[in-house]
T-cell receptor, first 110, second 114 residues
Framework: NAGVTQTPKFRVLKTGQSMTLLCAQD?????MYWYRQDPGMGLRLIHYSVGEGTTAKGEVPDGYNVSRLKKQNFLLGLESAAPSQTSVYFC?????????FGPGTRLTVT | EDQVTQSPEALRLQEGESSSLNCSYTVSGLRGLFWYRQDPGKGPEFLFTLYSAGEEKEKERLKATLTKKESFLHITAPKPEDSATYLCAVRPPAFPSGNTPLVFGKGTRLSVIA
């Protein structure tokens, strides 16, 4: 079991560029989540999904889009990156209560 | 208004010096309180879930307890390898059913010095 994996691990973007972050889980979990973590701000929920084909907004959804076409994958897209989106992004999944996190993607927008 | 507040923000202990981390919450109708450990450059690692006041969970040198307004993570005789950021999270009752997103505190950064 690989658990929750994230691709890529690091990325540098220029303002206005787009990119997609991929999250994959092999635990057959229904629920998946995208968070961002910034110094002094803690973990903040961006979007989440309660099952294949469904998505919902979290606390800080602006500037991001998501898709859950397959149960095991949850994609986070940035259409036009801004310096304010410089952060560490974590994906998580859950079956019942506990969420299990991936290793994170460190994104820098210049 | 923060639903989850952790204190202190940072804690420095000598090896073997026991202490406690605090997580207070304002959510009523709590449906679970969660503790995670996060090492630098890594994702949070699940430690414990507590559901009702009076409940306790233990793992090695860590013991988590829950009251109606707060949770404590007690660290007994800590070692340098216990150094990490400890995160607390709650599941609010806002959603009707099923799994709901957790609300995280900002964490306590623990350093254990040999």
């Amino acid at each position: 079991n690989a658990g929750v994996t994230q691709t890529p691990k690091f990325r540098v973007l220029k303002t206005g560029q787009s990119m997609t972050l991929l999250c994959a889980q092999d635990m057959n979990h229904e629920y998946m989540y995208w968070y961002r973590q910034d110094p002094g701000m803690g973990l903040r929920l961006i979007h989440y999904s309660v099952g294949e084909g469904t998505t919902a907004k979290g606390e800080v959804p602006d500037g991001y889009n998501v898709s859950r076409l397959k149960k095991q994958n949850f994609l986070l897209g940035l259409e036009s990156a801004a310096p304010s989106q410089t952060s560490v992004y974590f994906c998580a999944s859950s079956l019942v209560a506990e969420q299990y996190f991936g290793p994170g993607t460190r994104l820098t927008v210049t | 208004e923060d639903q989850v507040t952790q204190s202190p923000e940072a804690l420095r202990l000598q090896e073997g010096e026991s202490s406690s981390l605090n997580c207070s919450y304002t959510v009523s109708g709590l449906r679970g309180l969660f503790w995670y450990r996060q090492d630098p450059g890594k994702g949070p690692e699940f430690l414990f879930t507590l559901y009702s006041a009076g409940e306790e969970k233990e793992k090695e040198r860590l013991k988590a307890t829950l009251t109606k307004k707060e949770s404590f993570l007690h660290i007994t005789a800590p070692k340098p390898e216990d150094s990490a950021t400890y995160l607390c999270a709650v599941r609010p009752p806002a959603f009707p059913s099923g799994n709901t997103p957790l609300v995280f505190g900002k964490g306590t950064r623990l350093s254990v010095i040999a």
